[in-house]
């Protein structure tokens, strides 16, 4: 069984972890050891650092939320091929339509929504400045945690 999620396909077993982790969601210590297991056994899967980010942010766990959100970028970035520092990027570092450099881009976003709850609102603003030179199309929704900072002023 395999199991589509922003960041790709889960591959057998992880899948399995990932939708046991779904369904003990209520259950934060069992959720989270499931995908702590599904991260140990596919760490370069994008789909697990997807799962483990948002269950961090829903369970209001910031600081891993960062963490993980942090390497996600790193994952990503290695798998496109570029440089996973942001603020070294520009609309020609990668192809960002692709599926490694698109998953960058929503991580990203993830990041400036992070950086916001935790009060950072120059943090987010530096990041979504980024993202609008890197995603002109916002094909990662942006504009969304945009309109959400500009309300938090």
Known sequence: MTLELYGGAAPPGIAELLLDAMGHYGETEMAEAKLLEARQMAPGSLAVH???YKFYFYKKRLVDAERI???ALIEAAN???FD???GNLD???ADWTNEAAHFYLFSLKALAFIRLRQGDESGCWR???KIEQLD???SVGASVIREIAAGAH
Do not use: K
């Open 84 to 86: 996973p520092d942001w």
């Open 69 to 71: 959100a942090r390497e």
């Open 79 to 81: 798998q496109g091929g």
């Open 91 to 93: 609309a020609d570092s």
């Open 127 to 129: 990041i979504l400045d």
């Open 50 to 52: 997807f799962s483990l």
């Open 136 to 138: 002109c199309n916002d």
